[in-house]
């Protein structure tokens, strides 16, 4: 199985970003992120074997932080602008590097890859196709009056399994 940790974007975010996606969506066939699946990743583990899940929920059990607050705000692209793959809404909340931190710091010892990349939180709403017109996506982009999609407290994190869309296994407090 696909397993990942994460932050799920409560209902009152994910619905405005709805409404962005819902304005959007007709100006480029992106294949567009299930509004239903919205979340923050703090670390992809990738496949793992269905035995060893619970020395991962234990690892995750064992994260001490306290509740943050996260902002989601700002649009953006991965790798960057001139050669999208990913169309992402920002979010903010440096507690988020460290929660990160830990949990990278808590697999290792199960031999989950470290990442090679740094950090960098994101909400992911679509995925580009290579080639892709994006002219008039763009223009209606830097036309919006506002790409604050609002603040939430997180309160827990979640091991995801990735299945059809995305499944919590297990939840943790912060």
Do not use: C, N, Q
């Not at 902002?71 to 050669?83: K, T």
């Not at 909400?123 to 999609?149: C, E, G, H």
């Not at 994190?157 to 059809?164: N, V």
């Amino acid at each position: 199985m696909r397993l990942f940790v994460g932050i799920g974007i409560p209902r009152d975010v994910a619905d405005r970003l709805a409404v962005l996606v819902a304005h959007l969506h007709a100006l480029a066939p992106l294949r567009w992120s299930s509004l239903v699946d919205l979340h923050v990743t703090t670390k992809f583990i990738g496949e793992w074997p269905d035995d060893r899940v619970p020395d991962v929920e234990a690892a995750l059990a064992s994260l001490a932080r306290a509740p943050f607050d996260i902002a989601v705000r700002g649009l953006g692209w991965f790798p960057d602008a001139s050669a999208p793959r990913v169309f992402w809404a920002g979010v903010d909340a440096p507690e988020l590097g460290a929660l990160a931190r830990d949990t990278e710091r808590a697999l290792v010892s199960l031999r989950v890859e470290p990442e090679a990349r740094a950090y960098a939180p994101h909400i992911t709403l679509a995925r580009v196709t290579p080639s892709m017109k994006l002219d008039d996506l763009r223009a209606a982009i830097a036309r919006l009056p506002s790409t604050d999609f609002g603040t939430f407290r997180a309160e827990t994190f979640a091991l995801y399994e990735s299945r059809s869309g995305h499944h919590v296994r297990r939840e943790f407090p912060l």
